[in-house]
C-alpha cells in the first residue's frame, strides 16, 4: 500500500524554523524517483492549496510567491523521502501540511484533493508568539 507520511511540525516562533519529512512506504526502491512530491498547507478555515513541489529526475523545485527565499524543498530518493525546509516562519504559515506524489508538479498550487494519488497524515505547523 503505497503512502506518503508527513511529519517534523510542532509549535515555533515567528522567525523559527522547522524540517518537515515525507517518508515513502510501499514504493519498489526504484520507483519513487519517478513520482514528483508536493507539499501541501491547509490553514485554519481554508482549503488546502500546494506550497511546494519537486519533479522527477534532476528534481526541479516550484514555490508559492509566499514561501520564496524562505522554504526549500529536496528530495533524497534512495530514502525514499522529501523534505521541506522552512525559515524565517510567519503566523501565516501555520496550518496542517500534508505531501502527496503524483507523476509531475503540473497543478500542485491548487492543492486538489485529486492531485495526489494518496494522502496520509499531516503533521501541525504552528507559527505563534
Known amino acids: 500500500d503505497v503512502q506518503l507520511q508527513a511529519s517534523g511540525g510542532g509549535l515555533v516562533q515567528p522567525g523559527g524554523s522547522l524540517r518537515l519529512s515525507c517518508e515513502a512506504s510501499?514504493?519498489?526502491?526504484?520507483?519513487?524517483?519517478?513520482?514528483?512530491v508536493g507539499w501541501f498547507r491547509q490553514a485554519p478555515g481554508r482549503e488546502r492549496e500546494g506550497v511546494s513541489c519537486?519533479?522527477?529526475?534532476?528534481?526541479?523545485?516550484y514555490y508559492r510567491d509566499w514561501v520564496k527565499g524562505r522554504f526549500t524543498i529536496s528530495r533524497d530518493n534512495g530514502k525514499r523521502t522529501a523534505y521541506l525546509q522552512m525559515n524565517s516562519l510567519k503566523p501565516e504559515d501555520t496550518g496542517i501540511y500534508y505531501c502527496g506524489f503524483r507523476r509531475t508538479c503540473t497543478g500542485y498550487p491548487d492543492g486538489d484533493y485529486y492531485w495526489s494519488l494518496r494522502w496520509g497524515q499531516g503533521t501541525q505547523v504552528t507559527v505563534s508568539s
Open positions: 519537486i519533479s522527477t529526475g534532476v528534481g526541479s523545485s
Open positions: 510501499g514504493f519498489a526502491t526504484d520507483d519513487f524517483e519517478d513520482y514528483a
